[in-house]
């Protein structure tokens, strides 16, 4: 157990759709990151947060974005779904502070899968 | 960012030492290599990581060239529960001061007994 929790660990639903993912990091890591794993396309990195601030961005499409609040929890939506989005979501937690913190390892949850019929 | 390459596939005996290879020839002098796994669709799993000393720690070696062109990441008694794919990833530092990983493909490492 990584400590990182994240819900639902399953969602379907429908092309054209929007979705909500939620991601609770490790106690005190400041750093949340979502990642997509696609059968095709690998584990991708998609978007990164930092006690509140966008840090880096990744392979994310404009129909995604991504949300870090004061409770340092991460959110992952969604929006007009398309087939090509059914994938493994991954949100991975790091870190207690920047500079060379900033290589500390990253402890990942377990996943949302999303299917997209 | 620098990529890396590792073989698609490797098989090891259980209770022998598994050696993965990684070439990351493009590597910078400040970017880090780590080695990731993911065990079926598991989140992957943090192993180890290294600037250009070698490392140890309860899970494994990781072994630097001097040049830091490759590694070799070291399992010393593979189990079977060592079966997944292996990343090696070289960090990409961003101007902000954070990391980004770009993960490959791995190297599915299969043991059997």
């Known amino acids: 157990d990584s400590g990182v929790t994240q819900t639902p660990k399953h969602l379907i639903t429908a092309t054209g759709q929007r979705v909500t993912l939620r991601c609770s990091p490790r106690s005190g890591d400041l750093s949340v990151y979502w990642y997509q794993q696609s059968l095709d396309q690998g584990l991708q990195f998609l978007i990164q947060?930092?006690?509140?601030?966008?840090?880096a961005k990744g392979n994310i499409l404009e129909r995604f974005s991504a949300q870090q609040f004061p409770d340092l929890h991460s959110e992952l939506n969604l929006s007009s779904l398309e087939l090509g989005d059914s994938a493994l979501y991954f949100c991975?937690?790091?870190?207690?502070?920047?500079?060379?913190?900033?290589?500390?390892?990253?402890?990942f949850g377990p996943g949302t899968r999303l299917t997209v019929l | 960012d620098a990529k890396t390459t590792q073989p698609p596939s490797m098989d090891c005996a259980e209770g022998r030492a598994a050696n993965l290879p990684c070439n990351h020839s493009?590597?910078?002098?400040?970017?880090?290599v780590y080695w990731y796994r993911q065990i079926h669709s598991q989140g992957p799993q943090y192993i180890i990581h290294g600037l250009k000393n070698n490392e140890t720690n309860e899970m494994a070696s990781l072994i630097i060239t001097e040049d830091r062109k490759s590694s070799t990441l070291i399992l010393p008694h593979a189990t079977l529960r060592d079966t997944a794919v292996y990343y090696c990833i070289v960090s990409h530092l961003l101007n902000t001061g954070f990391q980004k990983l770009v993960f490959g493909t791995g190297t599915r490492l299969l043991v059997s007994p």
């Open positions: 947060y930092y006690n509140g601030e966008e840090r």
């Open positions: 991975a937690s790091s870190g207690k502070g920047g500079g060379l913190a900033a290589y500390n390892e990253q402890f």
């Open positions: 493009t590597i910078s002098g400040n970017e880090y």
